[in-house]
T-cell receptor, first 116, second 109 residues
Framework: EAGVTQFPSHSVIEKGQTVTLRCDPISGHDNLYWYRRVMGKEIKFLLHFVKESKQDESGMPNNRFLAERTGGTYSTLKVQPAELEDSGVYFC??????????????FGPGTRLTVL | KNEVEQSPQNLTAQEGEFITINCSYSVGISALHWLQQHPGGGIVSLFMLSSGKKKHGRLIATINIQEKHSSLHITASHPRDSAVYICAVRLPLTHKLIFGTGTRLQVFP
């Protein structure tokens, strides 16, 4: 079974540009999460999709970030326009069960974003 | 102050040593996760606990809900155990995880 995949693995852009990160969850997983680790800090939650619906977007830092999951399969996270403080590693995770405390989240390898 | 604190931040050990990594949290939780990230690698879930103790191979994880504390133990440590170990707690009624800053473990032969 394929794991969670993310694309690209690395992205280097200039301040003010737009970047779109993609996450493909494990097939059949309804739950999809985005997380971010800024250099030297802990990983922080950004948002949670259940199928195509945003269940919790309390961690999204500001309106420069837009996440979508059309069709309830893969998800994209767009940063527009990118700022220097957006640099970090963006992780995606997926899980199967809904509404339980026992579902395991499976993480992707992350996308390292560098904004110059 | 972070809601999830790990100690130590860095840990070095000789092969064969018994390792303990601690995690304390200050919020109510529905579950606690221990995760592992090897250098240049992705994040792997090791354990998910809501009470008691779990064991997988040389890894043991315990949690004390009353004291809001969890420990991850590695018996007979090996250089391949070198990684960052991350504690994360899940808030009740949500899927949201709050993460500790991680413990960087290096095991030397």
């Amino acid at each position: 079974e394929a794991g969670v995949t993310q694309f690209p693995s690395h992205s280097v852009i200039e301040k003010g540009q737009t970047v779109t990160l993609r996450c493909d969850p494990i097939s059949g997983h309804d739950n999809l999460y985005w997380y971010r680790r800024v250099m030297g800090k802990e990983i922080k939650f950004l948002l949670h999709f259940v199928k195509e619906s945003k269940q919790d977007e309390s961690g999204m830092p500001n309106n420069r970030f837009l996440a979508e999951r059309t069709g309830g399969t893969y998800s994209t996270l767009k940063v527009q326009p990118a700022e220097l403080e957006d640099s970090g590693v963006y992780f995606c995770a997926s899980s199967q069960d809904r509404g339980t405390s026992t579902d395991t989240q499976y993480f992707g390898p992350g996308t390292r974003l560098t904004v110059l | 102050k972070n809601e999830v604190e790990q100690s130590p931040q860095n840990l070095t050990a000789q092969e064969g040593e018994f390792i303990t990594i601690n995690c304390s949290y200050s919020v109510g939780i529905s579950a606690l996760h221990w995760l592992q990230q090897h250098p240049g690698g992705g994040i792997v879930s090791l354990f998910m606990l809501s009470s008691g103790k779990k064991k997988h191979g040389r890894l043991i994880a315990t949690i004390n809900i009353q004291e809001k504390h969890s420990s991850l133990h590695i018996t007979a440590s090996h250089p391949r155990d070198s990684a960052v170990y991350i504690c994360a707690v899940r808030l009740p009624l949500t899927h949201k995880l709050i993460f500790g800053t991680g413990t960087r473990l290096q095991v030397f032969p």
